[in-house]
């Protein structure tokens, strides 16, 4: 494994706090579904990235492809520009949460 990979999966394991279980329980709900930018199938980005990080933080890092990484990658960076979007406020049942959320990252934790 590179150190360029290692450092991905550090700032992805911290951006996604969490558990697999918490995020399939999530992904779930009708709160889940409706929020995100919706790719012509009815399934918004944020909801199909929510299903692909539960397979990544199940996955053994010995397994991870490129792909793989640069799909942690780009939840790193989504993760770190919404909190940049924080509203003010309580945001327990915000848009902005729920999209993070299927994102991996619950802000309210």
Same mark, same amino acid.
């Given at each position: ?46 909801? /199909? ?9 199940? /996955?053994?890092? /010995? ?14 960076? %989504? ?8 509203? $003010? ?8 949460? %729920? $999209? ?10």
């Amino acid at each position: 494994m590179t150190g360029g990979n290692g450092a991905v999966a550090a700032e992805f394991g911290k951006a996604v706090n969490m558990t697999p279980k918490e995020l399939e329980r999530w992904l779930d709900t009708e709160e889940s579904r409706s929020v995100g930018q919706k790719d012509g199938g009815g399934e918004s980005t944020g909801h /199909a990235s929510g299903r692909r990080i539960v397979e990544l933080l199940r /996955a053994k890092r /010995a397994d991870l492809t490129e792909q793989d990484y640069a799909h942690m990658n780009k939840v790193v960076g %989504y993760v770190h520009r919404h909190l940049a979007q924080r509203p $003010s406020g309580d945001v327990t049942d915000t848009r902005w949460r %729920y $999209s993070l959320m299927n994102w991996g990252h619950d802000p309210a934790k």
